[in-house]
């Protein structure tokens, strides 16, 4: 068969692709057990100390996260995605694992606590970036924006399904029960792991894999971010978009519930609509395959969006924050998924890791600093303002989108 007709031969579908449905396995099983970890290390630190200090130990795997993300980005560049995703989660399993057990004999102190979430933040700087690279290793191009979509479903299913199956196993078995619930996940992942073939890189980027130090791949890294003509931009667009989304969704919301006397359960209809307009984004890709001019439709989703989550906090009544909250899902989840396709499209496979790694470090690592920010503004003025400047801010990555003209021209493969 020559070049050209297998150059013409459609991909196989990603649904239909049984490496790329290995890996969905996979990372929905870890997503199920990172949710699941959470939920048992929140509950092991209130029991053994006060609010403040389980805050602590909650935050602190945000700061090795945040400090080695980019070193994680190197590491899964220089050493192949798989591998780091495999020593990764085997580690977090062994981890959590242990601390299972040390929790079912004793009641393990707080700094035993901290430095498990510690050492989960180290493996989280190299499995993000990791998991990001995965995809474009397994899926053809034109089949990218349907894992993106893929993907989304595995996230939701998470997190919808975490918090309850880890306190399922926390009221059976206690926090030792949950823990050991959550390394049981993550060993689920690793056979499936295990048994994947990544496709090779392409002979020029595989005779540039680890020329450098370490120090040499992240700033060469960088340099191609900063130079390509689409990826640069984008990353501005999602570290502008997470900066104003995530401080409302996740400290605001709480806040504006209580002071509309929601309660609790209002603000989990408030996030079970966002939830479901995220999942109906992910599957309406996960199915569709492609959207058509996806530079073009991404600044006018994270627009809309904006405009929702500011109408948000002026919502009267619990119904309509339900459907703003559904809104904000459909929208946020279909740019996420533009945006997250389009950085696999245009990144050449020997950088795959480093600029996943800036991306993710854009969401997970930089933009919860605002959180605290957001708390303190939503005391002082209320969270009506406070949602519209992070609107505004939403929504001026929209715009920015739209005034790059290599961006807004971005285009996915056909299949």
């Not at 009641?107 to 995809?135: K, Q």
Request: glycine letters at 14%; proline letters at 7%.
């Amino acid at each position: 068969m020559t070049a050209a007709v297998l150059a013409a031969a459609p991909s196989r579908p990603a649904h239909r692709d049984p490496r790329v449905l290995r890996w969905l396995g996979a990372y929905t099983a870890s997503t199920l057990g990172d949710s699941v970890y959470h939920l048992a290390l929140s509950w092991a630190a209130v029991r053994g100390g006060t609010p403040a200090e389980a805050g602590l130990v909650m935050a602190v795997s945000a700061v090795p996260r945040a400090l080695l993300m980019l070193g994680g980005g190197v590491v899964a560049d220089r050493f192949g995605p798989r591998r780091v995703v495999i020593a990764s989660d085997g580690a977090r399993c062994l981890v959590v694992l242990a601390l299972a057990a040390l929790v079912l004999v004793t009641a393990p102190a707080l700094w035993v606590l901290a430095a498990v979430a510690l050492v989960f933040g180290v493996l989280d700087a190299l499995f993000l970036p990791a998991v990001g690279a995965l995809p474009p290793r397994l899926a053809a191009r034109d089949q990218l924006a349907r894992v993106q979509g893929m993907r989304g479903l595995g996230q939701r299913a998470g997190a919808v399904l975490g918090a309850p199956l880890g306190g399922l196993a926390v009221a059976l078995g206690g926090p030792g029960g949950a823990f050991a619930a959550a390394g049981a996940l993550f060993a689920l992942s690793l056979p499936l792991l295990l048994g994947l073939r990544l496709n090779p890189l392409p002979a020029d980027a595989e005779a540039r894999t680890g020329k450098n130090t370490a120090l040499g791949d992240l700033a060469d890294g960088l340099r191609y971010l900063r130079g390509h003509r689409i990826l640069g931009p984008l990353m501005i667009v999602i570290a502008l978009s997470d900066l104003g989304f995530v401080g409302p969704l996740n400290v605001g919301l709480a806040l504006l519930a209580d002071q509309r006397g929601w309660g609790a359960s209002g603000m989990g209809w408030v996030l079970a609509g966002f939830g479901t307009g995220a999942a109906a984004s992910s599957l309406l890709l996960g199915v569709k395959g492609r959207v058509p001019r996806a530079g073009a439709v991404l600044g006018p989703t994270m627009v809309l969006g904006a405009v929702s989550i500011g109408a948000l906090a002026h919502a009267p009544l619990l119904p309509a924050a339900v459907l703003l909250a559904l809104s904000v899902g459909l929208l946020a989840g279909l740019s996420g998924a533009l945006a997250g396709a389009l950085l696999q499209t245009e990144c050449a496979p020997a950088y795959l890791g480093r600029v996943s790694a800036v991306a993710s470090l854009c969401s997970l690592g930089l933009a919860p600093l605002s959180f605290p920010l957001t708390g303190a503004a939503v005391g002082l003025w209320g969270p009506g303002p406070v949602f519209v400047v992070s609107a505004a801010v939403c929504a001026l990555s929209g715009v920015y989108a739209l005034a790059v003209p290599a961006l807004r021209h971005a285009e996915l493969p056909r299949g």
